[in-house]
C-alpha cells in the first residue's frame, strides 16, 4: 500500500473514533498521531502525558510545548511506578506493569470527560520489537492506531517532516528504566544517575545515545557514526570523570554502537522472550 493511502486510512480510521485521548509522551510516534488526530477531530481529542521519575525533565517541557504547537489540550498524570513492586524488581515483565498502571489511569480520565477511546503511538515495525507492554494495552483496549494501519517507523518520520513537525528526525527515546539490566532493582538513584549521565553526553553533542547500567558499570551507546568522536584522549577523559563522578565505578563503550532494545539480548539468549 502507498504510504499517502496509509495516511488516508489513518484519518478515516481517526475520524470513526469521534473523541479520543492519546497517551502523549511528545516522541516522534505521538508527536505526529495527536498531530493527525487533531486535524481530524479538532477539540475532540486530548493528550494525556504521564510524568514521573522514568522520564527526564526535558521529556515533559518538550510534550508542553508540542501540545502547544499542534493546538491541543493536554494534561498531565503524575506517576510513582517504583511503588509498584512487580515494575521496581525489573524482571523481564517490568514494561507490562508500568503500561498497565499508566493505560488505566488515562482510562480513568477519558471516562471522566466522556471520552471512549483511548490510543497510543505504537507504530507497525513495533510488532517487530519485545514490548510486554503491549500485551497491557490490548487486554485494556488502547488502540494503536498507527500500527493497525501499517504506519511504519520511516513513514511516521515522512509525513511529520512534511508536515513540519520538529520530532521528524528526533531520536528514539525510551523510559530510563529501560536502561538497567534486567534483575537489578529500580531505584531513584539508579534512573536519576542515568539521567545525569545522559544529559551530560547530549550536552557534549551526541544525539542518539544511551547509558545502560550493569550494576556499577555504564556501557555508553552512541549511534554508529557518532563513535568516532570516542577518538579524542581528552574526551574520553571527560566523559569518564564526569560518570565516576555521579557513582559509576567503571565506565565503558559498547564498541558496536547504539541498538534499539540491546538489553533484550540477554533474555534472547536465556530463553526468556517467550510469551511476550
Known amino acids: 500500500m502507498k504510504r499517502e493511502d496509509k495516511l488516508e486510512q489513518l484519518k478515516q480510521y481517526i475520524r470513526k473514533l469521534d473523541r479520543v485521548a492519546i497517551a502523549f509522551s511528545g516522541g516522534v510516534d505521538s508527536t505526529f498521531l495527536l498531530k493527525i488526530a487533531y486535524q481530524v ?17 526535558w521529556e515533559a517541557e518538550q510534550a508542553r510545548h508540542l501540545a502547544r504547537l499542534i493546538g491541543s489540550s493536554q494534561l498531565e ?16 515483565d517490568r514494561c507490562y506493569y508500568c503500561k498497565q498502571y499508566r493505560f488505566s489511569r488515562i ?37 494503536s492506531p498507527l500500527e493497525e494501519t ?15 513537525l520538529p520530532t521528524w528526525d528526533q531520536p528514539s527515546f525510551a523510559c530510563l528504566a529501560s536502561r538497567i539490566n534486567y534483575g537489578q532493582e529500580i531505584t531513584r538513584e539508579k534512573l536519576k544517575r542515568v539521567e545525569v549521565a545522559e544529559d551530560f553526553l547530549r ?14 558499570i555504564a ?42 532494545g540491546s538489553m533484550n539480548q540477554v533474555l534472547i539468549m536465556g530463553g526468556e522472550r517467550n510469551g511476550y
Open 219 to 260: 556501557r555508553i551507546e552512541v549511534a554508529a557514526e557518532e563513535r568516532e568522536k570516542f577518538f579524542s584522549t581528552d574526551l574520553l577523559d571527560r566523559i569518564s570523570n564526569r560518570l565516576k563522578e555521579i557513582g559509576f565505578v567503571y565506565v565503558t563503550l559498547e564498541l558496536g554502537g547504539y541498538r534499539t
Open 150 to 164: 501499517g504506519m511504519t517507523k520511516a513513514e511516521v518520520r515522512f509525513f511529520s517532516k512534511e508536515m513540519g
Open 77 to 92: 498524570i503524575r506517576g510513582d511506578e517504583l511503588n509498584i513492586q512487580e515494575f521496581s524488581r525489573n524482571g523481564a
Open 41 to 57: 477531530l479538532g477539540e475532540r481529542v486530548i493528550a494525556v502525558t504521564a510524568v514521573s521519575e522514568l522520564s527526564p525533565g
Open 107 to 143: 482510562l480513568e480520565i477519558a471516562r471522566e470527560k466522556g471520552i471512549s477511546y483511548v490510543a497510543d503511538g505504537s507504530n507497525y515495525d513495533d510488532l517487530q520489537d519485545f514490548r510486554p507492554g503491549r500485551k497491557a494495552a490490548r487486554e485494556l483496549g488502547i488502540l
Open 203 to 216: 550536552e557534549l553533542g551526541f544525539k542518539q545515545l544511551r547509558v545502560r547500567v550493569h550494576g556499577e
